[in-house]
């Protein structure tokens, strides 16, 4: 199971805060784009951690049982 996790814009588009994915050895990528199809995400600019961790290259990175996959919106701080 990889459970999927959204803040800000993107769970309001999603209407979800977090929802679970039954499959594992699956790229990053692969993911991302079935996300990018069901919810149309193409407008948001967001960056990606896996388990509490900004991954940079998505492409590379293959999912494993019991990940975290966190869509994190850009931050602003003052």
């Known amino acids: 199971m990889i459970a999927v996790k959204y803040f800000g814009a ?3 588009k999603t209407k979800s805060s977090e929802e679970e ?5 699956m790229p990053l990528g692969d993911l991302l784009l079935a996300l ?13 951690a896996i ?5 940079q ?3 590379n990175y293959v999912l494993k049982s019991n ?3 966190a869509l994190l919106p850009p931050f602003a701080g003052g």
């Open 21 to 25: 994915f039954s499959f594992s050895g």
């Open 51 to 55: 388990n509490q961790k900004i991954v």
């Open 67 to 69: 990940d975290i996959v």
């Open 57 to 59: 290259h998505t492409a």
């Open 10 to 12: 993107i769970a309001e």
């Open 36 to 48: 990018e199809q069901k919810y149309q995400l193409g407008q948001f600019s967001f960056s990606v």
